[in-house]
């Protein structure tokens, strides 16, 4: 690079005052300098050059990269316009309405000439299966490119009648290649065979390969107001997080845009009267989007409000700068805001200069992902049954009759070095050298096994015991016994009755059911289709028909969790409710106890147990990664709602509101009608996707205690409780420890 072109960079970036802005021709950066000429820091190729190199690299702002062929013109009235370089907008072509087609600009021939659409063809097939007794077995389908040698399609992004011819001839030069197996066109050959359909036709798909939909939608999103919800923004304003009653857009403004040195030009309803006025004229033919007064403003109207204001205006999308404008002469202080949500974030003055001097990008493109149901780590120990006394390293899963830290100092005293493993609480449960395994036994471990062994006098289970803590234990009963309900149990007669009405086929393929056979249901019971277990909702299938049909239904129904009380969160709902404050414990104490008086000490039994089991009415929900918090309406509850009442003079009268947090609906119902908070204190809400009936949770916990009523007569209830047995009924001491465990390990685990 020449020292001259050198000096005049130093100059421009010492003063500050210029930025990159857009060739005539539209593609790439310039930037001005103090001698009147231009000097090019992104070419027309999209390249950087040794200008730019030396620019980025001595302001260390970040590289603008290529120029972005691939992005999607937006229409506006008759014309099409594509974002350049330095976040402005520039036509590309123009709708004929006389040659009914698109007159391209210079721009937009060098943009169209390079940017790339891609198409994927669907054919009509006819699948063809061989089984293993030499059948053959057909449906019809759809085959994708894809799957073929074909692939996706490539084509210049010219007008889309020539795209399509194209494409067309493309796919028929392809086509005609394929071999013919009789009077078909085979397009797969193999175990599962493919042959076009003639009497379907063709199908041509162009997929879209932008974000500009995403942002788009964010640029057109109607903001309001965010209290009380914080996130981590950088550099915004106080002004941000004020109560406006779904006028924050507004309110922010009159007090960020101001001229130069300081001063505040509008006050909040004349800016409001502006964003109307624009807001109209953006969505006056916007079927999708008609103008209302009161759902707040999008940022699209702030974007028009500040060009035609000539404010220079920055805004981000998250960490995403989604819209620039930069006038050459402004009078007014630069504006930068971020949207989230539903909410306007406008930024503080120091903020703004750095956004501003960011390049606009694109979000990236989130991967499509499946909520997949949630399983534990497959447990390879054995129960604890078959741990035999530890007396010296072999291979094996053992137990020591001593403390584990006595074991461990006698292997560290033969220069053996054992893995410790600790349990949730800290405690030494394990040591491992190599293949042998040394366990510790807890306390409750007799009358855990005890309790299997009622189990499956009642019920036929899978559980093993392998030593966890009586907590987790009641976690894993929780589990078994919240398990969908169980498959029915198929009589002979009933297999004889299918087999019977199928003639002994398969009831897809019509093959002979010679090499095995399954029973399937017509509609699945799993992913909450509740499929039928009567006779007239089963098939006999081939093992092949139902390994297929299995697949098939999964990848149309929801996945199902083993335990139906689980629930799901989205990111953003579970730090804002699961690790939102919990309820403080409520110790009522009147009056110190006086010496020589009679004093009486007042408990529940069993109070969080019966609370549950017998004093809950309303349906139990289960949330879902898309239930969000919404703004509370006056004379509505959710499952939950967010209640504020500030501050609270008698804490005797409203004891049972502990501060600003989440309170459940029963809760609120009470602290309405009681008149401790009014409508006006509930400002969010929470509702979930599915709910469950508060009695079906209450007849599994019954069925829990009924069972640890049993293990509370052995022998082994008694060794565990030993002199806290002699006090209180063992039978009811044994069940309310066991299920106390059990609804702390939930509460701890989120699972209601």
């Known amino acids: 690079m020449r020292p001259q072109v050198k000096a005049a960079l130093d100059q421009v970036i010492q003063q500050g005052a210029q930025q990159p802005t857009a060739p005539r021709n539209g593609v790439g950066l310039v930037i001005k300098t103090h001698t009147g000429r231009y000097r090019t820091l992104v070419d027309k190729g999209g390249r950087l050059t040794n200008a730019g190199t030396y620019y980025y690299a001595k302001t260390g702002l970040p590289n603008p990269g290529r120029f972005d062929f691939q992005q999607d013109a937006t229409r506006k009235g008759r014309s099409q316009y594509i974002k350049l370089m330095d976040g402005s907008s520039k036509k590309v072509s123009t709708w004929d309405p006389n040659a009914r087609e698109w007159k391209h600009t210079a721009l937009g021939k060098q943009f169209f000439s390079k940017a790339i659409d891609r198409y994927t063809i669907l054919y009509p097939v006819h699948i063809q299966l061989t089984r293993t007794n030499g059948s053959i077995y057909e449906r019809e389908d759809w085959l994708p490119s894809t799957a073929t040698e074909l692939g996706e399609i490539e084509v210049s992004r010219t007008n889309e009648t020539a795209q399509r011819t194209k494409v067309a001839s493309i796919e028929a030069a392809w086509r005609g290649q394929q071999p013919m197996i009789g009077d078909r066109r085979a397009l797969v050959v193999g175990y599962e065979s493919a042959t076009l359909d003639p009497s379907r036709e063709i199908q041509f798909n162009k997929l879209s390969m932008g974000n500009s939909g995403t942002t788009q939608a964010a640029m057109h999103r109607p903001l309001r107001e965010g209290k009380p919800w914080r996130f981590d923004l950088a550099g915004v304003s106080e002004d941000a997080y004020e109560q406006t009653q779904n006028r924050c857009v507004s309110y922010q403004l009159s007090r960020h845009l101001k001229f130069k040195g300081g001063v505040a030009p509008w006050t909040q309803e004349q800016v409001a009267e502006m964003l109307w006025n624009i807001t109209e004229e953006i969505y006056e033919n916007d079927e999708d989007n008609p103008p209302e007064q009161g759902i707040g403003y999008s940022a699209a109207a702030i974007s028009q409000l500040c060009k035609s204001l000539q404010i220079p205006v920055h805004i981000k999308w998250n960490v995403t700068k989604i819209e620039s404008f930069q006038p050459e002469r402004s009078q007014y202080e630069t504006l930068a805001l971020y949207i989230w949500g539903d909410h306007c974030f406008c930024v503080t003055p120091e903020t703004a200069k750095q956004i501003a001097r960011e390049s606009i990008s694109t979000p990236a493109t989130q991967s499509s992902e499946v909520v997949a149901s949630i399983g534990r780590r497959a447990n390879s120990t054995p129960s604890c049954i078959y741990w035999e006394t530890f007396v010296e390293l072999k291979p094996g899963h053992f137990y020591s009759n001593h403390d584990l830290m006595e074991v461990r100092a006698k292997l560290l005293r033969e220069g053996i070095c054992p893995e410790v493993r600790l349990s949730g609480s800290g405690q030494l449960k394990m040591l491992r050298y190599n293949d042998c395994f040394v366990h510790a036994m807890p306390n409750e471990a007799h009358i855990c096994l005890k309790f299997l062994e009622e189990l499956s006098k009642v019920r036929a289970h899978t559980l093993q015991y392998r030593g966890e803590s009586l907590a987790m234990f009641g976690q894993q009963l929780f589990d078994e016994f919240s398990k969908p309900v169980d498959r029915p149990f198929l009589t002979n007669d009933i297999k004889k009755e299918l087999s019977g009405k199928q003639q002994g086929?398969?009831?897809?393929?019509?093959?002979?059911?010679?090499?095995?056979?399954?029973?399937?249901?017509?509609?699945?019971?799993?992913?909450?289709?509740?499929?039928?277990?009567?006779?007239?909702?089963?098939?006999?299938?081939?093992?092949?028909?139902?390994?297929?049909?299995?697949?098939?239904?999964?990848?149309?129904?929801?996945?199902?969790?083993?335990?139906?009380?689980?629930?799901?969160?989205?990111?953003?709902?579970?730090?804002?409710?699961?690790?939102?404050?919990?309820?403080?414990?409520?110790?009522?104490?009147?009056?110190?106890?006086?010496?020589?008086?009679?004093?009486?000490?007042?408990?529940?039994?069993?109070?969080?147990?019966?609370?549950?089991?017998?004093?809950?009415?309303?349906?139990?929900?289960?949330?879902?990664?898309?239930?969000?918090?919404?703004?509370?309406?006056?004379?509505?509850?959710?499952?939950?709602?967010?209640?504020?009442?500030?501050?609270?003079?008698?804490?005797?009268?409203?004891?049972?509101?502990?501060?600003?947090?989440?309170?459940?609906?029963?809760?609120?119902?009470?602290?309405?009608?009681?008149?401790?908070?009014?409508?006006?204190?509930?400002?969010?809400?929470?509702?979930?996707?599915?709910?469950?009936?508060?009695?079906?949770?209450?007849?599994?916990?019954?069925?829990?205690?009924?069972?640890w009523f049993e293990v509370g007569r052995s022998y082994q209830a008694e060794v565990f409780l030993g002199k806290r047995a002699e006090k209180k009924n063992r039978m009811e001491f044994l069940s309310k420890t066991a299920l106390l465990s059990l609804l702390g390990g939930v509460g701890e685990d989120s699972k209601l």
């Open 505 to 707: 086929k398969c009831g897809i393929c019509g093959d002979p059911l010679e090499g095995g056979s399954e029973v399937d249901h017509t509609i699945p019971r799993g992913g909450r289709c509740f499929g039928s277990d009567d006779a007239a909702g089963l098939k006999f299938l081939c093992v092949q028909c139902h390994a297929q049909k299995t697949s098939t239904d999964r990848l149309k129904m929801h996945v199902e969790d083993q335990n139906v009380w689980t629930s799901r969160f989205s990111q953003e709902a579970w730090k804002g409710f699961v690790e939102s404050r919990r309820p403080t414990q409520v110790v009522c104490n009147l009056a110190e106890a006086v010496e020589g008086t009679v004093c009486h000490e007042i408990d529940v039994r069993s109070c969080r147990l019966n609370g549950i089991v017998e004093g809950n009415t309303e349906l139990i929900p289960i949330f879902s990664p898309l239930d969000e918090f919404v703004k509370a309406r006056e004379g509505v509850l959710y499952d939950y709602q967010w209640v504020d009442i500030g501050k609270v003079r008698s804490p005797l009268k409203s004891y049972i509101f502990d501060g600003a947090r989440w309170y459940d609906k029963a809760t609120t119902k009470f602290m309405l009608e009681t008149g401790v908070c009014k409508w006006r204190h509930i400002s969010l809400g929470f509702d979930a996707t599915a709910h469950r009936p508060a009695a079906e949770l209450a007849s599994t916990l019954r069925k829990l205690r009924v069972l």
